[in-house]
Nanobody, 121 residues
Framework: QVQLVESGGGLVQAGGSLRLSCAASVRFFSINAMGWYRQAPGKQRELVATITSGGNIMYADSVKGRFTISRDNANNTVYLQMNSLKPDDTAVYSC???????????????WGQGTQVTVSS
């Protein structure tokens, strides 16, 4: 009923750019917030950026001014434009969606499969 499909990862040199996309396929749910998280080897998963259905945005301090999150509500797709990439940005980036069903305020959380981003120095 719910599927998140990510694309856009890859290998890039420091200072370069990448754009990640996450398309959500949902039935019988409404999407509240969507966002991106990342996990580097040996580190805990951390929030990168989130955006609500109303357009409220939050960024991790480490990516402010370099990354831009945007959302196409009509197509249930969230994007992450990553500029001025650094080797420290190397991680598996995963899409996250918080969903509700009917009139309930309970949120269901779903994750994409993750996409590797590697930034070489």
């Amino acid at each position: 009923q719910v599927q998140l499909v990510e694309s856009g990862g890859g290998l890039v040199q420091a200072g370069g750019s990448l754009r990640l996309s996450c398309a959500a396929s949902v039935r019988f749910f409404s999407i509240n917030a969507m966002g991106w998280y990342r996990q580097a080897p040996g580190k805990q998963r951390e929030l990168v950026a989130t955006i609500t259905s109303g357009g409220n945005i939050m960024y991790a301090d480490s990516v402010k001014g370099r990354f831009t999150i945007s959302r196409d509500n009509a197509n249930n797709t969230v994007y992450l434009q990553m500029n001025s990439l650094k080797p420290d940005d190397t991680a598996v980036y995963s899409c996250n969606a918080a969903l509700t069903r009917g009139t309930s305020s309970y949120e269901y959380e779903y994750w994409g499969q993750g996409t590797q981003v590697t930034v070489s120095s």
